[in-house]
């Protein structure tokens, strides 16, 4: 690569979050350089916890079968009381997204997978050892001064993507504010190697005089947490004898593993003011900080790019406007936010100030135990804000009460293809816009037009109870018959009183259409519009 290179999109920052939007932009098709100051991929485990969302962003950027066989599948969370006891546990059991909910895994491991997934793409470049010193904004670009061992090179880029983490410079450069808290209470954090304990579980002890977490993970790994009493300064927590003391009291046998990292953090739930200025945009870390408690730091950065990268895709290729950028906040920071204020909650419970406090939180957790409704809230984390929006690029749902909205992640079931083979509904949905419909179902013109402006693929569904059509029709191009054979698009598309849907690339349901409600292809058509397409 030469000095003054220009790319459609640069992204700034390779870890998890930036690592997986250059993989999607690859995908899409989209021309991509990756920038990282550091000579490699993170080698620290970091984050701990990948859920099902994030597992299925993974599946759409084409690295599930090397992800999945290098993460501990579907663990949950037992909670014990300050005298030892357990009061609760979360082990959720299904799998909405076609993936378990929770999930450990390493985050060396996950960022070397996805960095080398790049690979793939001839169109997207990495260059490790690249340091942004700064960039300005220009009326159609932005350019950036990178310097690399020493040199300056001078790049630039349609749209700049800071996933450069929570002190990013980018965002300082900016004037972006972060609103929100730092909170006083500090955490040791202690990663261990060759566990014996097959445990598979994370123990959360909510002891009032030393709460503690338990955190096995994957090839032998296991991480352990302690709160720090007011007072301790990080060299006294950081004393090996010390904290191998906490640690025995705990599970013995992890007393004397190897250490692989101890470290002093300070937690966060801070949202940067602005996601988007001119053609800069935040992401991860940049753009919110979460406390750790329910492990959705990074898979809240996961998302973000999940949003963003067929956004970008769709601008930087013409068919919608640059005003489809501006959904990316609106979409993205409230959702993050109530992940955060979960992560908070939650926190409350794990880090009790007293034995009254702790009892109490406790207490009220058994009782809500008792009654089998919130049970399975809890058990199934049904409590987790669902990954919905309250504006942005979707046409708004005419039936409020349907469990499965417009502007919401739509369920990822199996579907059955003729000859009895079943897949996962992404892979058949493909990487773009879908149509999903009733098998048969004529298209009305407003729809089959943008149907064919934006290449949708076109998926016919045959109810669960029935067999497929015989003869079955012929194959067409970008035309897919398949069965629903768990049932769950049909639920989905009754609750909502529809005959159709329209999916978008990140899987979030675009629009319900319904031949008896006047005007929802004519509401479709407008939103495209207002975005920048240019249909007949």
Same mark, same amino acid.
């Given at each position: 690569?030469?000095?003054?290179?220009?790319?459609?999109?640069?992204?700034?920052?390779?870890?998890?979050?930036?690592?997986?939007?250059?993989?999607?932009?690859?995908?899409?098709?989209?021309?991509? !350089?990756?920038?990282?100051?550091?000579?490699?991929?993170?080698?620290?485990? @970091?984050?701990?916890?990948?859920?099902?969302?994030?597992?299925?962003?993974?599946?759409?950027?084409?690295?599930?079968?090397?992800?999945? /066989?290098?993460?501990?599948?579907?663990?949950?969370?037992?909670?014990?009381?300050?005298?030892?006891?357990?009061?609760?546990?979360?082990?959720?059991?299904?799998?909405?997204?076609?993936?378990?909910?929770?999930?450990?895994?390493r985050q060396p491991v996950l960022a070397?997978?996805?960095?080398?997934?790049?690979?793939?793409?001839?169109?997207?470049?990495?260059?490790?050892?690249?340091?942004?010193?700064?960039?300005?904004?220009?009326?159609?670009?932005?350019?950036?001064?990178? %310097?690399?061992?020493?040199?300056?090179?001078?790049? &630039?880029?349609?749209?700049?993507?800071?996933?450069?983490?929570?002190?990013?410079?980018?965002?300082?450069?900016?004037?972006?504010?972060?609103?929100?808290?730092?909170?006083?209470?500090?955490?040791?954090?202690?990663?261990?190697?060759? #566990?014996?304990?097959?445990? @598979?579980?994370?123990?959360?002890?909510?002891?009032?005089? =030393?709460?503690?977490?338990?955190? /096995?993970?994957?090839?032998?790994?296991?991480?352990?947490?302690?709160?720090?009493?007011?007072?301790?300064?990080?060299?006294?927590?950081?004393?090996?004898?010390?904290? =191998?003391?906490?640690?025995? %009291? #705990? %599970?013995?046998?992890?007393?004397?593993?190897?250490?692989?990292?101890?470290?002093?953090?300070?937690?966060?739930?801070?949202?940067?003011? =602005?996601?988007?200025?001119?053609?800069?945009?935040?992401?991860?870390?940049?753009?919110?900080?979460?406390?750790?408690?329910?492990?959705?730091?990074?898979?809240?950065?996961?998302?973000?790019?999940?949003?963003?990268?067929?956004?970008?895709?769709?601008?930087?290729?013409?068919?919608?406007?640059?005003?489809?950028?501006?959904?990316?906040?609106?979409?993205?920071?409230?959702?993050?936010?109530?992940?955060?204020?979960?992560?908070?909650?939650?926190?409350?419970?794990?880090?009790?100030?007293?034995?009254?406090?702790?009892?109490?939180?406790?207490?009220?957790?058994?009782?809500? &135990?008792?009654?089998?409704?919130?049970?399975?809230?809890?058990?199934?984390?049904?409590?987790?804000?669902?990954?919905?929006?309250?504006?942005?690029?979707?046409?708004?749902?005419?039936?409020?009460?349907?469990?499965?909205?417009?502007?919401?992640?739509?369920?990822?079931?199996k579907v059955e293809l003729p000859g009895?083979?079943?897949?996962?509904?992404?892979?058949?949905?493909?990487?773009?816009?879908?149509?999903?419909?009733?098998?048969?179902?004529?298209?009305?013109?407003?729809?089959?037009?943008?149907?064919?402006?934006?290449?949708?693929? #076109?998926?016919?569904?045959?109810?669960?109870?029935?067999?497929?059509?015989?003869?079955?029709?012929?194959?067409?191009?970008? #035309?897919?018959?398949?069965?629903?054979? %768990?049932?769950?698009?049909?639920?989905?598309?009754?609750?909502?009183?529809?005959?159709?849907?329209?999916?978008?690339?990140?899987?979030?349901?675009?629009?319900?259409? &319904?031949?008896?409600?006047?005007?929802?292809?004519? =509401? !479709? @058509?407008?939103?495209?519009?207002?975005?920048?397409?240019?249909?007949?």
């Open positions: 690569m030469h000095a003054s290179s220009h790319y459609p999109v640069i992204v700034l920052g390779a870890g998890p979050t930036g690592l997986t939007l250059a993989n999607l932009l690859g995908v899409y098709g989209v021309r991509t !350089l990756l920038l990282e100051r550091n000579a490699s991929t993170v080698d620290e485990p @970091r984050a701990v916890s990948i859920d099902d969302e994030s597992l299925r962003t993974a599946q759409a950027a084409g690295l599930i079968d090397e992800i999945l /066989p290098t993460i501990v599948q579907g663990y949950g969370v037992h909670y014990y009381s300050w005298s030892g006891r357990q009061f609760a546990r979360i082990e959720p059991q299904s799998t909405e997204y076609g993936y378990p909910k929770r999930n450990a895994f070397r997978q996805l960095c080398a997934g790049l690979q793939r793409f001839p169109h997207v470049d990495a260059l490790f050892r690249h340091e942004l010193r700064q960039f300005t904004q220009e009326q159609d670009k932005v350019v950036l001064d990178v %310097e690399h061992d020493g040199k300056r090179v001078v790049l &630039s880029c349609d749209w700049l993507v800071a996933c450069d983490g929570g002190r990013s410079g980018v965002r300082e450069q900016l004037g972006i504010a972060m609103s929100g808290n730092t909170f006083a209470e500090k955490w040791l954090i202690v990663d261990m190697l060759d #566990r014996t304990a097959p445990f @598979r579980h994370t123990r959360t002890y909510c002891d009032p005089v =030393r709460p503690a977490i338990r955190l /096995p993970g994957p090839n032998g790994t296991v991480r352990y947490e302690f709160m720090l009493k007011e007072g301790e300064t990080p060299e006294y927590v950081l004393d090996e004898q010390r904290f =191998r003391a906490w640690i025995r %009291e #705990r %599970e013995p046998l992890d007393a004397e593993l190897p250490i692989a990292r101890k470290v002093v953090y300070t937690f966060h739930a801070r949202l940067a003011e =602005r996601w988007r200025q001119g053609r800069v945009l935040l992401a991860g870390d940049a753009a919110h900080l979460t406390p750790p408690f329910a492990g959705q730091g990074m898979n809240s950065g996961i998302r973000d790019v999940t949003n963003l990268a067929w956004k970008l895709q769709e601008v930087v290729h013409g068919r919608l406007g640059a005003e489809l950028l501006d959904t990316y906040e609106a979409e993205r920071k409230p959702h993050a936010w109530a992940l955060i204020k979960m992560a908070l909650l939650i926190g409350r419970y794990m880090q009790p100030k007293s034995l009254l406090g702790a009892m109490a939180a406790q207490w009220a957790l058994k009782a809500c &135990s008792l009654y089998p409704p919130a049970r399975d809230y809890v058990l199934q984390l049904k409590f987790k804000p669902k990954p919905r929006f309250g504006e942005g690029f979707f046409v708004p749902c005419q039936a409020p009460d349907a469990a499965v909205k417009a502007g919401q992640l739509l369920p990822q079931p009895g083979r079943r897949q996962l509904l992404d892979e058949i949905l493909g990487p773009g816009f879908a149509y999903v419909g009733w098998v048969g179902q004529p298209l009305a013109p407003e729809v089959e037009s943008l149907v064919a402006a934006f290449g949708m693929r #076109r998926v016919e569904i045959v109810p669960a109870q029935d067999d497929f059509p015989w003869p079955l029709p012929p194959a067409e191009a970008g #035309r897919l018959l398949v069965r629903d054979c %768990e049932g769950v698009l049909q639920k989905v598309l009754a609750e909502a009183g529809a005959d159709a849907l329209l999916v978008r690339p990140d899987r979030y349901v675009l629009a319900f259409l &319904s031949r008896r409600v006047q005007g929802d292809a004519a =509401r !479709l @058509r407008e939103l495209f519009r207002r975005h920048g397409a240019k249909i007949g």
